[in-house]
C-alpha cells in the first residue's frame, strides 16, 4: 500500500515563500509521476504542478508558472514544491498525488481520477 505524506504547509506573509515536500513509502515511486494539487473550500481540486517519473519533464498551471518549482528525489522517495513570490490566491490545501499509470510518458494531467493514491493535504496560507 502506497502512503503519501505531506509536510511543509504554513501561514506565510505575501511576496514569501514555502517548500512543500511529500514522503512516499510503499510501492515504486520512481516509476511513477508525481504532482501536487490544491483545493480551496466551495472549488474543484486544481493541479498545480507536475513531473515524470524521472524528473525530465514537467508541466505547471498558468497561474504558478515562474513562481513554483515541482521536483523530486527519487533516492529519497520525495517530491517537493518550491512555492516563492506567494500570493494570497495561493491560499489553499495542497496535496500531492500519484498518476496511476507506469512510466506515463505525457504528465501534466488535471483529472484527478488518474491519480491513484493521495496524501492528506497540507493547508498553505498567504496573509495579504
Known amino acids: 500500500q502506497v502512503q503519501l505524506v505531506e509536510s511543509g504547509g504554513g501561514l506565510v506573509q505575501a511576496g514569501g515563500s514555502l517548500r512543500l515536500s511529500c514522503a512516499a513509502s510503499?510501492?515504486?515511486?520512481?516509476?511513477?509521476?508525481m504532482a501536487w494539487f490544491r483545493q480551496v473550500p466551495g472549488k474543484e481540486r486544481e493541479l498545480v504542478a507536475a513531473i515524470s517519473w524521472n524528473g525530465d519533464r514537467t508541466s505547471y498551471a498558468d497561474s504558478v508558472k515562474g513562481r513554483f518549482t515541482i521536483s523530486r528525489d527519487n533516492a529519497k522517495n520525495t517530491v517537493y514544491l518550491q512555492m516563492n513570490s506567494l500570493k494570497p490566491e495561493d491560499t489553499a490545501v495542497y496535496y500531492c498525488?500519484?498518476?496511476?499509470?507506469?512510466?506515463?510518458?505525457?504528465?501534466?494531467?488535471?483529472?484527478?481520477?488518474?491519480?491513484?493514491?493521495w496524501g492528506q493535504g497540507t493547508q498553505v496560507t498567504v496573509s495579504s
Open positions: 510503499g510501492g515504486t515511486f520512481g516509476s511513477y509521476a
Open positions: 498525488a500519484r498518476d496511476g499509470t507506469f512510466r506515463r510518458t505525457v504528465v501534466g494531467g488535471t483529472n484527478p481520477r488518474i491519480y491513484d493514491y
